[in-house]
C-alpha cells in the first residue's frame, strides 16, 4: 500500500495551466500503472489520464492534446500538466495507484476550478 498526497490544484481562468502533482510515500517504480482521476459535482468519477511503468500513455478523449502525464520514479511523483483548461475540466483531482492484483490506493484528491 502506498499513500498519496496530491498537490497543484487550484482557481485558473479558461485558457490557462496548472500542474498536478502526486508523490508517493513510497516507490512507484513497480507499480504497474498510476493515474489521474477526477469528479465533477454530480458526476461519477472518471478516468483522466494512466501511464504505465514502461511510460506508456492513456488519455480520455476530452482531454487529449491538452493534458500530460508524466511519472519521475526517482521523486515517486506523477504529474499532470493541464493546459487550454476550460470551464468543464473543473472537478476534484484523485491520483491513484494501480497495484494489480494487490489493489489499488487513491489520494485525497485537489479541487480544480477553471473560471470561464
Known amino acids: 500500500q502506498v499513500q498519496l498526497v496530491e498537490s497543484g490544484g487550484g482557481l485558473v481562468q479558461a485558457g490557462g495551466s496548472l500542474r498536478l502533482s502526486c508523490a508517493a510515500s513510497?516507490?512507484?517504480?513497480?507499480?504497474?500503472?498510476m493515474a489521474w482521476y477526477r469528479q465533477a459535482p454530480g458526476k461519477a468519477r472518471e478516468l483522466v489520464a494512466a501511464?504505465?511503468?514502461?511510460?506508456?500513455?492513456n488519455y480520455a478523449d476530452s482531454v487529449k492534446g491538452r493534458f500530460t502525464i508524466s511519472r519521475d520514479n526517482a521523486k515517486s511523483t506523477v504529474y499532470l500538466q493541464m493546459n487550454s483548461l476550460k470551464a468543464e475540466d473543473t472537478a476534484v483531482y484523485y491520483c491513484?495507484?494501480?497495484?494489480?492484483?494487490?489493489?489499488?490506493?487513491w489520494g485525497q484528491g485537489t479541487q480544480v476550478t477553471v473560471s470561464s
Open positions: 491513484y495507484a494501480n497495484r494489480g492484483i494487490s489493489g489499488g490506493d
Open positions: 513510497g516507490s512507484i517504480l513497480r507499480i504497474a500503472v
Open positions: 501511464i504505465t511503468s514502461g511510460g506508456r500513455t
